[in-house]
């Protein structure tokens, strides 16, 4: 049927049916919600770089590493769903 979302089934033989709004939603929020929490990763840095563990008084990292490494983490969670040997497993 054309138009029609993809459905599955839940637990208890439940039929569940996906809109369109609903697979977009499925499909991006959690990059978005890992690019969000990246930036404000790097923002906590930039307003607060130094921590203090247990008195002490630490560098978090520098700039560009946490940047780099955020990339990345943010890279993968946005590559999820492609197949390869690149990708990170479903």
């Not at 906590?44 to 130094?50: G, I, L, Q």
């Amino acid at each position: 049927m054309p138009g029609a979302g993809r459905g599955y089934r839940a637990s208890g033989g439940l039929s569940i049916q996906l809109t369109p709004l609903g697979e977009r939603v499925e499909r991006y929020a959690p990059t978005v919600l890992a690019a969000l929490f990246a930036l404000g990763a790097v923002i906590e840095d930039v307003v607060s770089p130094m921590v203090t563990v247990g008195g002490r008084r630490y560098d978090r990292a520098p700039e560009a590493v946490m940047v780099i490494a955020l990339c990345a983490a943010g890279a993968l969670v946005a590559l999820r769903r492609r197949p390869g040997v690149i990708g990170p497993v479903r």
